[in-house]
């Protein structure tokens, strides 16, 4: 019923950019707020970025600051990463994610619970 779905990884040299798309489909992702995660092998899940239900509130891991930017169009149902000046270590699968929350909890939101994930999208980083 409710489906994330992530696009636009690849393989990238460093330094270069890729912009990734997670589309929403069966429910209405303007009510939701979407965290974009990401996961190399042999290591955790990392929060990278989170946008509010409204767009008007965004958090990025530090890692990723200043690099990346996460936006939205509620009224394509898509939500997207905006990835500049990619280095080695941003090598990973990148995975989106969908939280109803109040309004109140929309803040700190890589710290949020996340109810609906994406199948996720290769990144590799290399020369």
């Known amino acids: 019923q409710l489906q994330l779905v992530e696009s636009g990884g690849g393989l990238v040299q460093p330094g270069g950019s890729l912009r990734l798309s997670c589309a929403a489909s069966?429910?209405?992702?303007?009510?939701?707020?979407i965290g974009w995660f990401r996961q190399a092998p042999g290591k955790e899940r990392e929060g990278v970025s989170c946008?509010?239900?409204?767009?008007?509130?965004?958090s990025y891991a530090d890692s990723v600051k200043g690099r990346f930017t996460i936006s939205r169009d509620n009224a394509k149902s898509t939500v997207y990463l905006q990835m500049n000046s990619l280095k080695p270590e941003d090598t990973a699968v990148y995975y989106c994610?969908?939280?109803?929350?109040?309004?109140?909890?929309?803040?700190?939101?890589?710290?949020?619970?996340?109810?609906?994930w994406g199948q996720g999208t290769q990144v590799t980083v290399s020369s």
């Open positions: 994610a969908a939280a109803e929350l109040p309004i109140l909890f929309q803040t700190l939101c890589l710290l949020r619970p996340y109810n609906h």
């Open positions: 069966g429910f209405t992702l303007h009510s939701y707020v």
């Open positions: 946008i509010s239900s409204t767009g008007g509130r965004t």
